[in-house]
């Protein structure tokens, strides 16, 4: 699971929204009727005083600007950066606003508690977390001075430790050299996105990196005043400690988990590290509090084999220790991969039969060990399957990180836990364990649990997926699952199964007695066209917002990092492009928001087809507005595109095709020129599919050789196709996959479909066996029977829109179309899909509602011009698939 999305959670019960949203300098996220935040959060008394004259306040994100007007300062240098608890942050901010504002220093601060807690949250960024304030000094002589007074007056406070700055003497304030205005370049690390950039020596912007570890400038000066400050920091090492740190096993914003061996006795170890003030959970608990719940609860648990045993407890450099036993064995949700039988095309039974004996045997030993913590007074808490280690036997387990577990005469509720798994607030105690453990027996069979976040509702709907594909299962087994998710079952209350069934209700396999059959909890079947695409466009404009700066229709996260929510990825140019694709009315407000929205850009909006202004040029132009879409290619021709990556996404690739179908033939070319002369990156943990690997620039000159009829585009498609083919790799069944090293990739954005669809458009020019070979070998990964998401990208949507357009034969396209129903959630009456993590509801083209629509029009649309992807029509001559 991508952490990162959780704060992403806070702000709104529906859709991903930015965690800024609730603090009331922005006010409440969403209508009410559409669950909004609540009320506003109050602010600081310093961020609700006024600005004095000649200065000007704005907020940027989750930071209150305070700056004097007209004066001029460095574009980079050293700032400072202020940190602060939730306690001391109020009198902090006043005092950072006394000193500067009579001094004519800038700077900002984050205005108010809730988006104070969530920088420091246990899954914020690492690299942001701690800096409650900036201060911009003028030059190191005022940098000294602001360290020294200000220093002076804040000395003593607590605040976390700022892990990319070097910290001054032993209070709140650190340092570090970096850009003070917004200025950015392209990312040296080959990703091709625009990232923040400062000048080096040379008067060149390169990237200002801004990672977990204090780095100096390799053409920065340390001034002398700060040289005792560096070597008290690097004072503090492991060399003395009689443990060896061998490999960090995990890292988040409260501290690192670490695999290493007890130099006394040689035994392996797991040390789990805390940092003070960081690693916030919901009730405020920073990380050292936590690692002490978890000292306590493994003292407490000692004898009973259910979790490690506690070894040792120390502090090193202001950081708390914990070291535990190292567990022999696997977390519970790294056997999917190889053990779960959906990921198959055609599950075998008896493959199906063995896997469901072996969870519930898995399933009945984590039922026992949870009994266990409970009988010691207990409760876990925050039970999931990254919390159960299986034992090399694969049928004991053993429970992992316990710095939730609570007595249960002190539990009043979760203050932290894994989405999929996290009770209803009316769950307390031993009830919360119990609601988990329902949420296992569907997450087994059907690991999509996160829905029931989103909607309660869905439990039934998945209980009946799940007793459908496993018919083994138990009588009752999956009814008693519901009802728990429910809340109609709790402790001390009648425990037998219901025995009868309400008017209208099926019976699913494994017993489960379900509210509603799928068509019923759904507003229409997903395979029922075109009164699915009517539902999906009504729920796609019943979300949208175009009284909001920042972003028109809600979609995956990415949105609030790449200018304002514009583009064909996620943005509103791909919801407007997917609505025209699919014959849906023009929604003229959609369209009106982003010619204002481009008019001009947001300073920082990638250049690329789908994340930035080179694909919004091509939707509005498709859309009928040229003179934008001529303009905004003219701003990707001002800026060095030349420098971008290859790929379709962001890069050269994409940009081309936009340059080509605008009639910009010389640019074009150009673009083609740069990528055939570029060097090729090492084959070792090189990206591969459609969107970021080699297939891009294969598409790009595949198209650029039907407008020219020049076979040497062709020569460079077949050599681009052939270096994403070297990353793939067959599975036990020969289904091709591209191997990303930790997984294997089916997916048409990152994975091998998206290289079978560009072979099908290759195949239609010019015969290439191996390439023939490949294709047949890559339609399988379209076809198997679980996908974790519903989405274009990384989803099942991608794969119904790969089989209607290389013409596979229609069982196998209806039997996908079918399943993505498993996904589906209402929204307003209408019908919604999930976007990725499946923890809040998307409308975008990648991930969501917009997707999804854009491949049932590519399957089940007009027949004489069926929805397709930009740049991906279906091939004219594609060979059919053999049934």
Not at 75 to 102: F, M
Not at 167 to 192: I, N, Q
Request: with cysteine; net charge negative; glycine share 10%.
């Amino acid at each position: 699971m991508d952490k990162r999305y959780e704060v992403f959670c806070l702000a709104d019960r529906i859709f991903y929204e930015t965690p800024d949203r609730l603090s009331s300098v922005r006010g409440p996220s969403r209508r009410a009727e559409q669950g909004d935040a609540g009320e506003s959060v109050p602010l600081f008394e310093a961020a609700r005083r006024p600005v004095p004259e000649g200065w000007r306040r704005f907020l940027s994100g989750d930071w209150l600007h305070i700056s004097p007007v007209g004066t001029a300062r460095p574009l980079q240098g050293w700032k400072i950066h202020v940190s602060a608890t939730l306690d001391n942050a109020e009198k902090t901010a006043a005092r950072v606003w006394d000193y500067c504002v009579p001094r004519s220093v800038p700077f900002k601060f984050v205005p108010g508690r809730q988006p104070l807690h969530l920088r420091n949250s246990k899954y914020a960024g690492r690299g942001s977390s701690g800096k409650f304030a900036t201060i911009y000094p003028a030059d190191e002589s005022e940098l000294q001075l602001i360290l020294d007074e200000l220093g002076q007056e804040l000395a003593g406070e607590p605040g976390p430790y700022i892990l990319t700055d070097l910290r001054w003497m032993e209070g709140p304030l650190y340092v570090r050299y970096g850009g003070f205005a917004k200025r950015h370049c392209v990312d040296e690390a080959g990703s091709g996105a625009l990232v923040p950039a400062i000048e080096n020596a040379e008067g060149v912007l390169v990237p200002d990196r801004r990672d977990p570890v204090f780095r100096l400038p390799e053409w920065v000066t340390l001034p002398p005043f700060l040289e005792p400050q560096l070597a008290a920091r690097n004072a503090t090492t492991t060399q003395d400690l009689p443990y060896r740190i061998e490999r960090a096993l995990h890292f988040s914003n409260g501290g690192g988990v670490y695999a290493g061996t007890d130099l006394r006795t040689g035994e392996q170890v797991v040390l789990k590290e805390a940092r003070p003030h960081a690693g916030l959970a919901a009730d405020g608990a920073d990380a050292v509090t936590r690692l002490e719940r978890e000292r306590a609860a493994l003292e407490r648990l000692g004898g009973l084999g259910v979790a490690p045993g506690a070894r040792d407890w120390f502090t090193l450099g202001d950081h708390r220790f914990l070291v535990m036993d190292f567990l022999p064995g696997r977390t519970l949700n790294s056997f999917f991969a190889e053990r779960h039988p959906l990921l198959a095309v055609e599950p075998d039974p008896a493959a199906v039969a063995d896997y469901t004996r072996w969870a519930l045997g898995v399933l009945h030993a984590v039922e026992e060990a949870v009994a266990a913590v409970h009988g010691r007074g207990l409760v876990f808490n925050d039970l999931h399957m990254f919390n159960i280690m299986v034992d090399p036997d694969d049928d004991s387990v053993r429970l992992l990180d316990f710095e939730a577990a609570t007595p249960v005469e002190e539990h009043r509720g979760q203050a932290m836990a894994h989405p999929g798994f996290v009770a209803p607030g009316d769950r307390v105690g031993f009830e919360v364990d119990r609601y988990a453990l329902a949420c296992l027996r569907l997450a087994l069979f059907v690991p999509m649990t996160t829905l029931l976040v989103v909607d309660r509702h869905k439990a039934a709907h998945l209980a009946e997926v799940a007793g459908e594909l496993f018919p083994d299962l138990p009588d009752g087994f999956l009814a008693e699952a519901v009802e728990v998710v429910r809340g109609g079952r709790r402790e001390g209350q009648r425990q037998e199964q219901r025995q009868e069934q309400r008017q209208g209700e099926p019976v699913a396999g494994g017993g489960a007695s379900l509210s509603a059959p799928r068509d019923r909890y759904l507003p229409v079947p997903v395979q029922d066209w075109p009164a699915s695409r009517d539902s999906m466009v009504r729920a796609i404009l019943a979300s949208a917002t175009p009284e909001r700066e920042d972003r028109l229709f809600p979609g995956d996260i990415a949105q609030f990092g790449d200018g304002g929510g514009l583009g064909l990825a996620h943005g509103a140019a791909g919801v407007l492009y997917a609505l025209a694709e699919t014959g849906a009315e023009r929604y003229e407000a959609g369209e009106e928001w982003l010619l204002s929205h481009t008019d001009p850009p947001p300073s920082g909006t990638p250049l690329g087809l789908y994340d930035g202004l080179a694909g919004v040029a091509d939707v509005l132009g498709r859309l009928g507005h040229r003179e934008r879409a001529v303009e905004l290619v003219g701003r990707v021709m001002d800026e060095k595109w030349q420098r971008l990556a290859p790929d379709l996404h962001g890069g050269l690739a994409g940009i081309g095709l936009v340059l080509d179908r605008l009639g910009l033939r010389a640019q074009a070319l150009q673009a083609a020129s740069v990528l055939i002369d570029r060097p090729q990156p090492p084959g070792r943990g090189r990206r591969a599919g459609l969107l970021r690997g080699a297939s891009g620039p294969a598409l790009f000159f595949l198209r650029l050789y039907e407008s020219t009829g020049d076979p040497a585009l062709l020569d460079e498609a077949a050599r681009a196709l052939r270096r994403d083919l070297a990353t793939c790799v067959p599975d036990r069944t020969g289904t091709l996959l591209v191997d990303e090293g930790a997984r294997t990739m089916p997916y048409l954005g990152a994975g091998s479909t998206g290289i079978g669809a560009v072979l099908d458009d290759f195949l239609a020019h010019r015969h290439d066996e191996e390439f023939a070979r490949a294709r047949e070998a890559i339609l399988p990964a379209a076809r198997l029977r679980y996908y974790a998401q519903p989405g274009l990208f990384n989803g099942r949507a991608g794969m119904v829109l790969h089989l209607a357009r290389t013409r596979a034969p229609r069982p196998h396209l209806d039997a996908q179309i079918a399943a993505l129903d498993w996904y589906a959630v209402p929204y307003s009456g209408e019908l919604a899909f999930p976007g990725d993590q499946m923890m809040r509801l998307s409308m975008d083209l990648a991930t969501g509602a917009a997707g999804v629509l854009l491949a049932l029009g590519a399957a089940l649309g007009h027949h004489e011009r069926p929805a397709r992807l930009p740049f991906l029509p279906p091939p004219k001559a594609a060979p059919r698939t053999t049934p």
